[in-house]
């Protein structure tokens, strides 16, 4: 147990500082892109975990596995010797940062991004793990699981990640995530039919893991290019961290909701009441970017047509 907080704290602080550097280096007509990039090595490594460590696995067995996962992280880890960090902080000053996390987390903006990741959160992620454990009860072997998650799951969120970066870059943000939300009311709408045993077919299953991951692509750019844009100041890591941290939180708060419900109320019960969650969300995110969220509407967006709706100040949604 003492080893695995000691590996996920490394991780954590390694993340955080180097996403804290990537605020402040990203231009704003960078950070789509930026976070898109960021979110594709995060898939990457889903892809690789837990598609092709999942077969080796099957074949190899647990000590084989880990030895060959240390050396790859071991080598992923070569090129952070080559990072050459500008000292300035992001106005030009070489004063010591002092940091002001109430402030931070007291703004208007900051408790309605908060409130906005929750939402997020309970969208993309109550049911993504829960899935998951459908499919192994449903009799899907992990290595056909692990074949799916290779070919069907990580390279389609992958263009996901691109998509969003692109659709950031051209739409405002709530219109955006409400589209997000109305494709998770169809990918849980798929799972329910699994769940009822109506689609259960491998070509089925590939399709719905297929729009998930495609979703979960698209969304996560999108969030963490306004992260990105939210935290870039003289305390970038420590903003980027509250924000990043927060979004993880409601992630596992999710996660653990979709785990509860999905033993408690069952499988097609739980992706029934995904279903109208979804469409709910929309309104409440209509809300978020007319109140607290109306600057980061057309944050990310970068066309001449939505710069000139953003000089307007064009009603939002």
Request: some cysteine; aromatic content about 12%.
């Amino acid at each position: 147990m003492d080893s695995f907080w000691i590996i996920n704290t490394a991780f954590a602080l390694g993340d955080i500082a180097l996403d804290g550097v990537s605020a402040n280096s990203f231009t704003p007509s960078q950070r789509s892109w930026g976070a898109g990039i960021q979110i594709t090595g995060n898939f990457t490594g889903f892809m690789v975990g837990g598609g092709v460590f999942l077969i080796v696995f099957q074949h190899l067995g647990w000590s084989v596995s880990l030895k060959l996962l240390t050396l790859f992280l071991f080598l992923l880890s070569l090129p952070l010797l080559f990072i050459m960090e500008n000292e300035r902080v992001a106005d030009g000053s070489k004063e010591p940062v002092r940091l002001d996390v109430a402030g931070f987390v007291g703004q208007r903006q900051t408790i309605g991004f908060f409130l906005f990741l929750l939402l997020m959160a309970l969208v993309l992620k109550t049911g993504y793990q829960l899935r998951m454990t459908m499919l192994f009860d449903l009799g899907i072997s992990p290595v056909k699981i692990g074949t799916l998650m290779l070919w069907a799951g990580s390279p389609v969120a992958i263009i996901g990640t691109f998509l969003g970066s692109f659709l950031s870059r051209n739409i405002s943000s709530c219109r955006l995530f409400i589209a997000g939300c109305l494709w998770a009311a169809a990918v849980a709408v798929m799972s329910w039919l699994l769940a009822e045993g109506i689609c259960r077919g491998t070509t089925f299953i590939a399709l719905t893991m297929g729009m998930e991951q495609i979703l979960m692509g698209t969304m996560m750019a999108a969030i963490y290019g306004l992260i990105l844009g939210i935290s870039a100041g003289p305390q970038s890591a420590t903003n980027f961290g509250i924000l990043c941290g927060t979004q993880h939180l409601t992630t596992f708060l999710a996660v653990y909701l979709g785990g509860w419900a999905g033993q408690y109320l069952g499988y097609a019960t739980v992706f029934a009441m995904m279903t109208a969650l979804c469409l709910t969300v929309i309104f409440l995110l209509r809300l978020l970017f007319a109140g607290n969220l109306r600057s980061l509407d057309t944050m990310l967006v970068f066309s001449s047509s939505s710069k000139n709706r953003r000089n307007k100040n064009e009603r939002i949604c």
